[in-house]
């Protein structure tokens, strides 16, 4: 299974939409909460190429935000990926 990041911040809605499906998913993943933490949001920014959260990471896949991910989900793409 690969790894699964999600840059986050404590009171986005979008964020807490994300983890709600991966965890309906069974998956483990790892949050990097980057309110505060410049440096955090700097390396979000640099891996996405933008500025919103979630950014979410599927091994070297940039899925995108929440809608990305809700997406993939719904065109059944989500599961091959997480499986991979």
Not at 32 to 48: H, T, V
Not at 58 to 63: L, P, R, S, T
Request: net charge negative; proline share 5%; aromatic share 10%.
């Amino acid at each position: 299974m690969p790894k699964i990041e999600v840059y986050c911040t404590q009171t986005c809605p979008y964020c807490r939409m994300a983890e709600a499906l991966l965890e309906r998913k069974g998956v483990e993943y790892t949050k990097i909460f980057i309110d505060g933490d410049a440096e955090a949001w700097s390396q979000m920014e640099l891996r996405s190429k933008r500025k919103t959260v979630p950014q979410i990471f599927i091994g070297d896949y940039h899925v995108g935000g929440f809608d990305d991910l809700s997406a993939l989900n719904a065109a059944g793409e989500l599961d091959p990926l997480l499986e991979a």
